[in-house]
């Protein structure tokens, strides 16, 4: 995930997030998820799939699985110990939603089309609203994924992470150094 979030901070050329919302300004397809050719949408995906196993969320969360005789730490825990556990697993969850909301579909911004009229309603509505909006579309994501993927066994899991992912991340991260060299620093 911080790869990612390295490769979103050397095209933008900034670590202050509001800045970073405000460079998407404009209409959807300014949002960094379309606007860094080609790498926006794969930057996206990366992340959604990096932080799935960083939350620990299902297909990744073989030491705590459900199906287990005992989950993992779980197992020491009732009442509100476990509550706690459950409550900082969703604000973990919350908070990978709310900087991927930031860093890739536009933050606060609206989903602008280019029509005026379609335009100055979508503007009218506060930016709270949308960034709620974004970040429960990307929650309803994080569940789909729990819901739909099997879960591997442990050595797949790791080539999937050792062998794929981390590979995909730094060539990404070299892309976007080659990116922010060649002078196409966006605005």
Excluded at 47 to 65: G, K, V
Excluded at 89 to 107: K, Q
């Amino acid at each position: 995930v911080a790869v990612i979030l390295l490769f979103v901070t050397l095209v933008s050329g900034t670590t202050d997030l509001r800045h970073l919302v405000l460079t998407q300004q404009g209409t959807v397809l300014d949002w960094w998820v379309f606007k860094v050719p080609g790498l926006g949408l794969f930057a996206f995906i990366l992340y959604l799939i990096s932080s799935t196993a960083e939350l620990n969320r299902a297909p990744f969360d073989i030491a705590e699985a459900e199906q287990e005789i005992a989950a993992g730490y779980h197992t020491e825990y009732s009442g509100m110990g476990f509550a706690m556990f459950f409550l900082a697993e969703y604000g973990n969850l919350i908070a990978s939603a709310g900087v991927a909301a930031t860093c890739f579909l536009g933050g606060f911004l609206p989903p602008a089309i280019g029509v005026a009229s379609v335009d100055s309603v979508l503007f009218a509505v506060p930016g709270l609203i949308w960034f709620a909006l974004k970040v429960s579309v990307l929650i309803l994501g994080y569940m789909w994924f729990r819901w739909t993927f099997p879960r591997p066994r442990v050595d797949q899991l790791i080539a999937l992470e050792w062998k794929f992912l981390l590979p995909l991340n730094l060539g990404l991260l070299s892309l976007g150094a080659l990116f922010t060299a060649m002078g196409w620093v966006l605005p």
